[in-house]
């Protein structure tokens, strides 16, 4: 595909391949409202206190056991178990969701400075306003 010089405007943009000014200028305006959006949500969140922050995990858990782990002081709502994206293998940390409060309340009680898959591990409550 050949462009002729007829066809092309003397503004300082004619030197930029067409289709790559669009493309940034698309992607800097989808960055900024995702990033404007991401910070309403995070202002008008409310953290009930279920919410739980799991540290110094074996590179060997997986999400099912993490689960299974945290079910026997409550039902878990949500398990996000973070891992290297390339690697797959656990980085060590975890987010946990209790059904409710209590629940929570018990897994800090309970299982925090416990042993999984041969590590100590600590769990403690999170904020929105300490992520944020």
């Known amino acids: 595909m050949s462009y002729s010089r007829e066809g092309r405007s003397a503004s300082p943009r004619a030197s930029l391949s067409p289709g790559r000014g669009r493309r940034s200028r698309s992607l800097s305006r989808s960055r900024r ?3 404007r959006s991401r910070s309403r949500d995070s202002e008008n969140a409310a953290n009930p206190g279920n919410n739980l922050y799991v540290t110094g ?4 858990v997986t ?3 993490l689960e299974k782990f945290f079910s026997s002081e409550g039902k878990v709502s949500e398990c996000h178990l973070v891992t290297d994206p390339r690697t797959r293998e656990s980085r060590g940390f975890a987010f946990v969701t209790m059904e409710t409060v209590d629940g929570a309340d018990r897994c800090i009680k ?3 400075r416990s042993v999984l898959e041969g590590r100590l591990i600590t769990v403690e409550k999170i904020s929105i306003k300490n992520v944020a």
């Open 33 to 35: 409202s995702r990033s």
């Open 57 to 60: 995990l074996s590179t060997r």
């Open 63 to 65: 999400t099912v056991e």
């Open 110 to 112: 309970y299982l925090n």
